[in-house]
């Protein structure tokens, strides 16, 4: 069972904890995170770069999953989609609230939508997670 100490300490090693992704809500239907917008995660002007964005909300669907993996099993991204809506400056917080559209029994799909630090829907994320078979 994974709680937000543990799920911390899964992703601080990894490419999210070197991006600076905190997750602050877990339940089996949703997952809430959040991410200080850095100079070294932007493109030019100080607005967070479209790739930040896909890797923070990949990294909540993610989460969301594993949530619900039956023991042994892993996952995988096979699909994501992302629609940008808004911009998130530098030196703000953006916040992604991930809910479950699908939790099968192979596959899972997720919805993130972030918002920057005004509240601003900045960028809706759709994506499916494959379950596999061996723990990854």
Not at 19 to 31: I, K, N, S
Not at 99 to 104: I, K, Q, T, Y
Request: glycine residues 10%.
């Amino acid at each position: 069972m994974y709680d937000l100490a543990s799920i911390e300490k899964l992703l601080a090693p990894l490419f999210p904890g070197t991006m600076g992704v905190r997750v602050t809500e877990l339940a089996p239907d949703r997952v809430v995170a959040e991410m200080v917008v850095r100079a070294d995660l932007c493109t030019t002007g100080g607005i967070l770069h479209g790739g930040a964005y896909m890797a923070f909300a990949d990294t909540v669907g993610a989460v969301g999953t594993i949530l619900n993996l039956p023991a042994g099993k892993g996952t995988t991204t096979t699909d994501s989609s992302t629609k940008f809506i808004a911009a998130a400056r530098l030196g703000t917080t953006i916040t992604g609230e991930c809910v479950a559209l699908h939790r099968g029994r192979t596959t899972m799909v997720w919805q993130t939508s972030i918002r920057n630090a005004d509240r601003k829907l900045c960028a809706v994320i759709t994506q499916t997670q494959l379950v596999l078979q061996g723990s990854t």
